[in-house]
């Protein structure tokens, strides 16, 4: 069991570091109205963060530095290529971890009179937070694009995943697997447009007021990620390798693949990182197994030689 002392130099150590990312945000952004939502939540965070060093001070616990290089390259890499409305959401998930510490910490430590007025006043803060938070969710609507296109490569992995390791156990020829794999991810690509948009064409015909996507733009989206998810799978048959070698090399770059397209379904979604890509991964070998399986059968029992 952690100590006190550890759990509030921790709890510290995240607010600093999100005090830091706000000011940069703020410092980079060229929206004024999310330059001055990201700046209140800079001095909020400042303010939590010098709460929990005054609870370390009245302790006289030691306040600690942590290296946050590599966490903030990721924070700035999202803005960069995914915006700043998916940015938020991976932030709403660093507060997440956050809140859940503050929670453990407050039922597993005494605390003085003095703290627990600290600590409370820090709890209306992400309160406050979480208000503004939601505020600049609110003024970007990139977002909806981003879960079609994560959505849609999610399923174009998986299913010419199965579709092509399946060919593959059956047909000798990278060529014909290709070919095959190539039809599956098209049909795919298809259906997946045409279901998202009808789904987002339905949702805005009844009146649904979160839907603020364009149905077309939702089905383009949604056919060229599932087709780009189709590229993985699909790539060592392009290539020409055949065979049992196909087979793990196209399993393996999906995988891969498959664990961050999962892991940003997991954050768009609020779910566990751990758990959703867990389970992508389970889902999809099981399935890969059983087409697999099927390949095989088909080459042996009916004597398929190409």
């Keep these: 069991m952690l100590s006190k002392e550890v759990y509030i130099q921790s709890l510290q ?4 570091f999100h005090a830091q990312v706000y000011n940069i945000l703020s410092q980079r952004e060229k929206n004024q109205n999310v330059k001055n939502v990201l700046l209140r939540l800079y001095k909020i965070e400042v303010l939590h963060s010098s709460i929990l060093k005054s609870i370390l001070k ?3 616990f030691k306040v600690r530095k942590r290296n946050n290089t590599l966490r903030m390259l990721l924070i700035l890499t999202s803005r960069k290529f995914f915006g700043i409305a998916f940015t938020m959401k991976l932030m709403e998930y660093n507060k997440i971890i956050t809140n859940e510490k503050l929670n453990v910490a407050m039922k597993q430590f ?5 703290e627990e007025e600290l600590l409370k006043k820090m709890v209306r803060g992400e309160r406050a937070e979480d208000v503004l938070g939601n505020m600049l969710l609110s003024m970007n609507n990139v977002l909806n694009n981003i879960r079609d296109v994560v959505f849609g490569m999610n399923d174009g992995l998986v299913e010419v995943l199965a579709a092509t390791v399946g ?3 059956a047909l000798r020829s990278p060529t014909l697997v290709l070919i095959a794999g190539l039809l599956v ?7 997946m447009s045409s279901g998202a948009y009808l789904s987002t064409k339905y949702e805005r015909d009844i009146g649904n007021t979160k839907v603020k996507r364009s149905p077309h733009l939702s089905a383009l989206w949604t056919g060229i990620a599932y087709l780009l998810g189709a590229f993985f799978p699909i790539l060592p048959f392009a290539l020409g390798v055949s065979g049992a070698y196909g087979i793990v090399f196209s399993i393996l770059s999906t995988i891969l693949v498959l664990a961050i397209a999962s892991s940003i379904i997991a954050i768009l ?3 566990s990182v751990a758990k959703r890509v867990t389970e992508s991964i389970i889902l999809s070998l099981g399935a890969a197994s059983v087409t697999i399986l ?3 059968y088909a080459r042996y029992a009916l ?3 190409i």
Excluded at 110 to 114: E, G, P, R, V
Excluded at 185 to 191: D, K, V
């Design 58 to 60: 009245i302790n006289g």
């Design 269 to 271: 979604s609020d779910q």
């Design 294 to 296: 099927l390949g095989f």
């Design 303 to 305: 004597h398929i030689t």
């Design 167 to 169: 060919f593959s156990a």
């Design 185 to 191: 991810a098209i049909s795919g690509a298809l259906s």
């Design 13 to 16: 150590q995240d607010e600093d």
């Design 110 to 114: 005494s605390f003085s009179i003095k």
